[in-house]
Structures are given as structure tokens and as C-alpha cells.
């Protein structure tokens, strides 16, 4: 620009302009690495999150019934269907509600991990099969089950995704 600057420009101080140039989106190279590092984890805890509630649903499973790879695989499938569909919702409501924190976040999760798995349960119990020992007891359970196992899951794509940061404790300890 060879010195020529709009007389806007020169009257905002100098620390305030890179502040106001340097919060706007990266057009650097070193900018979109840091986007797709972003991107890469995101779809990392994307895939590795919902393993939390696989882990649940295989834990669970009816007593003597093996670990198949085809169970393995329907229950990865499965807690990925349960995971996605709960944490949108999380994200929504907790965004209209104005709710940014963790503890909120979490207990939301927990609450629609719940309720979308007492929804997936009912046909179960409703069209209860004969020899089958599968009741209200059990979708209880199992509701409670997928609400600690939804949160523990939400918890973790955060902390892939954001990293942890250490808070120290600033109390005074004395002499």
C-alpha cells in the first residue's frame, strides 16, 4: 500500500487495529493448518466418542450372550445412532437456553440420552416376545445406562476437540 492509509485508519491506535485485523479468519497458510487440525480432531471425537456407549450397550448385553464381531459391530453402529441425534439436541437447546456450561451441557446430554433410549426400548417392551425376559426393569436400566454413558461421551468429544487446560489453584498456602 506504499504508506497510504484511509484517515479512519490513522486514528485508531495501533494496538487496537491488530487486534480487529488479527480476530477476523485466517487467510494464512498457518491459519487454515490450525483449521484443519481442528477439522481432523473434530472427526477423530466424532468417531471415538460414541465408543462410550457401544462400550455400555456391549457391557450390558443379556447374561451368557458372547461378544461377536457382528455384536461389536452392531452395537458401534448403534451407539453412533445414539449418540449424534442426542448431542444435536444437546447443542441446540442448550444454545437457545443460553446453557454454555459444562455441567449443563452434560446433564442435557444425559437427560436426552435417556429419553432416546426409553424411545428406542418401547417396541421392546410393547411387543414383548414370548421367552423374553426384557421388561420395565430392564429399559430402567438401561436408560440410566446410556444417560451416564451419553455424558461420559459428550465429555470426551470436548476434551478431544478442546484439549484440557490445566487451572492451578491460586489459594494462598502460607509461609
Known sequence: ?????????????????????????????LGTQVDTHLRVRKVIAGLIAPLVLALAIIGTRPGGEPVTRAFALFACVLAQMLYWPAALATRAVGARFSRS??????????????????????????FHLPGSSYGWHEVARDAGDQAVAGAGAFILFGVIVNGVTWVPNNRWRGP
Open 1 to 29: 500500500m506504499g504508506g497510504y492509509a484511509p484517515r479512519a485508519l490513522k486514528t485508531v491506535c495501533p494496538a487496537a487495529l491488530d487486534r480487529a485485523l488479527l480476530g477476523g479468519p485466517s487467510t494464512s497458510a
Open 101 to 126: 456450561a459444562l455441567p449443563q451441557l452434560v446433564l442435557l446430554m444425559a437427560c436426552f440420552s435417556a429419553i432416546l433410549s426409553l424411545l428406542c426400548s418401547l417396541p421392546f417392551v410393547y
